[in-house]
């Protein structure tokens, strides 16, 4: 029983040692979210002008109102069928600012949609932003963190 609960009390130290070492390593950093997109064929010129109709001043606004630190678009020869072509990033201080729901902040982005939109009635807005569906595919959002390497001590 004693040698049981040692080997746990063991694996426990350990598994709870592998971040600290990890952060000897580098410094942590911002968190993207990243959205990707496949633009559909033939969109490609709908869509770019759509993505600066709306959601350039979108995203200029919210950095100006610190609901994001930067944002950032990216674009990318498919690699395969399965591959995204656009993709949308914004930068957040940490995963809490990028996941975590505040009533302030969507707050400050129905006011931004609706300067944006040139109206407040969200049904309204959607039907604005629909047209969007269906120029691209939505294939999904991934959170990955900043980090800054430390060098090697010398």
Same mark, same amino acid.
């Given at each position: =029983? @004693?040698?049981?609960?040692?080997?746990?009390?063991?694996?426990?130290? !350990?598994?709870?040692?592998?971040?600290?070492?990890?952060? &000897?390593?580098?410094?942590?950093?911002?968190?993207? %979210?990243?959205?990707?997109?496949? !633009?559909?064929?033939?969109?490609?010129?709908?869509y770019?002008?759509?993505?600066?109709?709306?959601?350039?001043?979108?995203? #200029? &606004?919210?950095? @100006?109102?610190?609901? !994001?630190? +930067?944002?950032?678009?990216?674009t990318?020869?498919?690699?395969?069928?399965?591959?995204?072509?656009?993709?949308?990033?914004?930068?957040?201080?940490?995963?809490?600012?990028?996941?975590?729901?505040? %009533?302030?902040?969507? %707050? @400050?982005? +129905?006011?931004?949609?609706?300067?944006v939109?040139? #109206? %407040? +009635?969200?049904?309204?807005? +959607?039907? =604005?932003?629909?047209?969007?569906?269906? =120029?691209?595919?939505f294939?999904?959002?991934?959170? !990955?963190?900043?980090?800054t390497?430390?060098?090697?001590?010398?």
């Amino acid at each position: =029983m @004693k040698k049981t609960f040692g080997s746990i009390a063991l694996l426990c130290l !350990v598994l709870m040692q592998r971040p600290a070492l990890a952060q &000897e390593h580098y410094t942590e950093g911002p968190v993207w %979210a990243i959205s990707s997109y496949q !633009v559909n064929e033939g969109q490609w010129d709908e869509y770019a002008k759509w993505m600066r109709t709306y959601a350039l001043r979108i995203f #200029t &606004e919210a950095k @100006k109102q610190g609901l !994001v630190q +930067d944002f950032k678009v990216f674009t990318q020869e498919r690699g395969s069928p399965k591959d995204w072509d656009f993709a949308v990033a914004t930068l957040h201080p940490s995963y809490g600012a990028a996941l975590d729901y505040s %009533a302030a902040n969507e %707050a @400050k982005w +129905d006011a931004i949609a609706a300067e944006v939109f040139s #109206t %407040a +009635d969200k049904e309204k807005q +959607d039907e =604005m932003a629909a047209g969007r569906f269906k =120029m691209r595919k939505f294939l999904g959002t991934r959170y !990955v963190r900043e980090i800054t390497l430390k060098p090697m001590p010398e």
